[in-house]
Each structure stands twice: as C-alpha cells, then as structure tokens.
C-alpha cells in the first residue's frame, strides 16, 4: 500500500494476491475488510506500529477468508476499533469475530490479532451453525512464530468442521 485505504477488498477465486501493508491501514466501508475468495498472503514491510486491517461494522471481519481459499497473514495487525460485545450476552451493536476462517489460513511471523469484546470471538475456525456449512469442507486453521492472538470472548474458536494446529505463537 502506498496510503491508507478505506475500502472493502475482495480478492476473487483463481486469483494470488500478496498485499504489503507497508505500515499503512485498510478500514473497512460497509462489508468485511478483506474478503479472500483465492489466495491472500498479508504482510508488513513498513513501519511496526502500523500497518493495520480494520472492521468497524457489526457483524463483519477484518478478514474473512472463504471456503476454499487459501490465506497466510504473516504481518500487520488485525483489529475491530469499534467494537461493542460488553458482555457474553450483549454485541453492544457492533460485534463479530476480528478473522473468520472457513479455508485453509496460517497465522504467523509477526501478525497480531486481538479483540476487545468480550461477545465475539477473536479468531473463529469453522462453523457456528453446523447447517451453514453446505460443501461439507473443513476450514484448517495453523498459528505458528510469533503470531498474537489475544481478546475476545475466546482468543481462538475452533467450531464444527474445524481443524486446528498451533505450532508457537501467543
């Protein structure tokens, strides 16, 4: 990135994108920040005390990586500034999981998620509702390095169809 960006990103299905940060900042407008459909790698070459990917809408992610797509986050942070969950039965009208992983995702080098909730989840791996999942697919989530993953209801939810390795990290 060269500027700050406020945009709902998209990458499509068949495509490979890798997005340097560049110790620049991507908010969201309305949908999920990033919406992975094919191959995503985030990372940060600028600047450690930026480089942020931001959600500030209720009931969407900083990412949102889809089933059958393929995301690695080696860098940056992973937030959602505004939001709301005070309490595990109230979102506060702003609440949701910081990533949700429904394909295959590592989280590592120095990528760091949080949320600040205590509704939501910071990082959710699967499915919530078992019936949501019409492929039958599993969504495979690896956290390894020094990747932070901290906050949230729980730090990390591996639901139904979920598959979960932790390797290091915190």
């Given at each position: 990135l060269l500027k700050d960006l406020k945009e709902d990103v998209v990458i499509p299905s068949g495509k490979t994108v890798t997005l340097d940060l560049n110790g620049h900042?991507?908010?969201?407008?309305?949908?999920?920040?990033?919406?992975?459909?094919?191959?995503?790698?985030?990372?940060?070459?600028?600047?450690?005390?930026?480089?942020?990917?931001?959600?500030?809408?209720?009931?969407?992610?900083?990412?949102?990586n889809e089933v059958g797509a393929t995301a690695t986050l080696s860098g940056g942070y992973y937030v959602?500034?505004?939001?709301?969950?005070?309490s595990f039965d109230s979102d506060g009208g702003n609440s949701y999981y910081t990533v949700l992983n429904q394909g295959t995702m590592t989280i590592n080098g120095t990528a760091s998620v949080s949320n600040r909730g205590v509704f939501s989840s910071c990082v959710e791996n699967g499915w919530y509702?078992?019936?949501?999942?019409?492929?039958?697919?599993?969504?495979?989530?690896?956290?390894?390095?020094?990747?932070?993953?901290?906050?949230?209801k729980y730090a990390v939810k591996n639901d139904d169809y979920g598959i979960l390795n932790i390797k290091s990290g915190s």
């Open positions: 900042n991507i908010t969201n407008v309305s949908d999920n920040t990033i919406t992975n459909k094919g191959t995503l790698t985030v990372k940060n070459s600028g600047d450690d005390s930026n480089g942020y990917v931001d959600n500030v809408t209720h009931q969407k992610a900083a990412v949102y959602r500034s505004k939001e709301a969950g005070n509702t078992p019936a949501g999942n019409t492929t039958g697919a599993s969504a495979t989530l690896t956290i390894d390095a020094t990747a932070e993953i901290y906050g949230g």
